[in-house]
C-alpha cells in the first residue's frame, strides 16, 4: 500500500487482444462514470504524444527496428513518466530562460496543490506572477500524474497497462520476469478488465492495420501470456457488445465506490 485512506478515484485497466474492442469499451465506461457524476478520464498506453511515445509509435509502425529488450523498456519508460510527477522550474532571467530544477516533486507540493485549481494536464505550461520563494517569474511545467489525479478523486480508465507490456514482449520470447521488472513500482490497477475474444474472431473484426504484432498467429501466441499473467482478481468479461457494457459497468461502479470510501492504492507486482 502506498498509504493512501482517503477518498480516491479508481485505477480501471482494460487489456486484450488486439481488435478485442478495449478502445470503444473504455469510451462507453468514461460516459457512463461521467453520466453517474463521477470525475473520470481516459487514458491509454502506449501514449504516443510524448517523445518516448513516438519511439514507441516509430517502432509499431515498421518505420524503426529495435531490439525486443530495447522497445519492452520504452513501453514501460512510457507509463513511468506518467506515473511520476515531474516540476521542471524555469526562471526567466532578463531575456534567458534558464532551467532552474528539474525532478520530483519533493518540497513543491504546496506549489503543486497551488497549480492544481490553474489545470494539471500534460505538458501544460503555467506562468506565475510570483511564488513565495520570491523569484519574479516562474513558469512550471507540470508533468504526471497517475498519482495526482487519483489522489484528486478522479477516476483513469486506461487503455492498456503493464500487462500488455508482458504480453506482448514475452510472446516474443523475452523472459516473463524479465518483463515483469521494469514494470515493478507502478501503481497496481484496482481492477483489470479483460476482454476475451478468441484470437480468429479479433481477427475478423475491421481487419488489421499495418502495425507491428497484427498477425493471427503472434496474437495466438498473446493470448497464452495473457493466460499465464492473469490471476482471480481479473474480471474477464465475455462477448457480445451489449453485455459486455453491462457488466463492465457494474464492476466498475462497485469498485469507483470502494475507492471513494478510502481504499489504499498499492504497487504493481510489489
Ligand atoms: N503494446 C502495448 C506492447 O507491446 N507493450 C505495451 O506495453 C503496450 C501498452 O502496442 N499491439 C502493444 C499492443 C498493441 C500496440 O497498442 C499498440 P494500441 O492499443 O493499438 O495503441
Redesign the pocket.
Known sequence: SVGNTDSRGALIVLEGL?RCG??SQSGKLLSHLEGLGHSAELW???D?TTSVGQM?SAY?LNQSQLDDHT??LL??A??WEKSQLYLMIVQRQKTELCIWHWGGCEGYSGAICALGSYGSSLGVIISLGFLEHGHSIVCYHLRSMMETKLKAGTTLIV???????????SAKGVDVEWCKAPEMGLLAPDVVLFLDIPPEKAAERGGYGG????HLEFQKK?AQCYQILRDSSWKMAAEGIDEVEKELHDIVVDHVLACKKGKPLSLLWS
Do not use: C, M, Q
Open positions: 488486439d478495449k478502445t491509454r498506453f502506449p504516443r514507441i509499431l522497445i519492452h513501453f514501460s512510457n507509463r487503455d492498456r497497462y503493464s500487462y500488455s507490456g508482458v504480453a506482448f514482449s502495425e507491428r504484432y497484427e498473446v
